[in-house]
Antibody, heavy 118, light 111 residues
Framework: QITLKESGPMVVKPTQTLTLTCTFS??????????VGWIRQPPGKALEWLAL???????YYSPSLESRLTITSDTSKNQVVLTMTNMDPVDTATYYC??????????WGQGTLVPVSS | QSALTQPASVSGSPGQSITISCTGT?????????VSWYQQHPGKAPKLMIY???HRPSGVSNRFSGSRSGNTASLTISGLQAEDEADYYC???????????FGGGTTLTVL
């Protein structure tokens, strides 16, 4: 059974750095072709792709947010970590992690709501 | 502004068929067989419904089908059911650097 779960802070203050952890089970990020990505969704708005990390440690970022994002993985812990610097209230969103096989995200976590507020 | 264009809303009656369009460009939807569709019920995570333009994952009803013509991909739902009421998002591969783009989402209402 494949599961993913996001964890992170209950709230983030403006200008702070957000650190989110995706803990997964049922697959290995060491397997060829596997990737884990982060996607966010502001309240009432559309999905927005943020970052991807592949089994071979290749990393890709949304061009509009690349300067603020870092994605890393710890295959021994089955975890992927996303950091986003200089948080702003407009970054308030539900953040999802998801497994990517080929060109699609086939398994998603439940998401974690991250409010940005002073 | 979303990278892929979807209608904000569509509606249909139970038993009918509806189609949701997803318009991109010759650099994404029109260039690769890498279009996927996701269903999202309120307060829930998205669920993969179609991948690689027209393939259904195991467990997804055959009432859902995907296609593409030029730079526009489409999701068709036949035999509409109340449980199909949800938001639907398309996604496409764009380039070796911009790996993923999403549409703005379409709200499906079953009348």
């Amino acid at each position: 059974q494949i599961t993913l779960k996001e964890s992170g802070p209950m709230v983030v203050k403006p200008t702070q750095t957000l650190t989110l952890t995706c803990t997964f089970s049922g697959f290995s990020l060491s397997t060829s072709g596997v990737a884990v990505g982060w996607i966010r969704q502001p309240p009432g708005k559309a999905l927005e792709w943020l970052a991807l990390i592949y089994w071979d440690d290749d990393k890709y970022y949304s061009p509009s947010l690349e300067s603020r994002l870092t994605i890393t993985s710890d295959t021994s812990k089955n975890q992927v970590v996303l950091t986003m610097t200089n948080m702003d209230p407009v970054d308030t969103a539900t953040y999802y992690c998801a497994r990517r096989i080929g060109s699609a995200f086939d398994y998603w976590g439940q998401g974690t709501l991250v409010p940005v507020s002073s | 502004q979303s990278a892929l264009t979807q209608p904000a809303s569509v509606s249909g009656s139970p038993g009918q068929s509806i189609t949701i369009s997803c318009t991109g460009t010759s650099s994404d939807v029109g260039a690769y067989n890498f279009v996927s569709w996701y269903q999202q019920h309120p307060g829930k995570a998205p669920k993969l419904m179609i991948y690689d333009v027209s393939h259904r994952p195991s467990g997804v009803s055959n009432r859902f089908s995907g296609s593409r013509s030029g730079n526009t991909a489409s999701l068709t739902i036949s035999g509409l059911q109340a449980e199909d009421e949800a938001d639907y998002y398309c996604s496409s591969y764009r380039s070796s650097t911009t790996r993923v783009v999403f549409g703005g989402g379409t709200t499906l209402t079953v009348l």
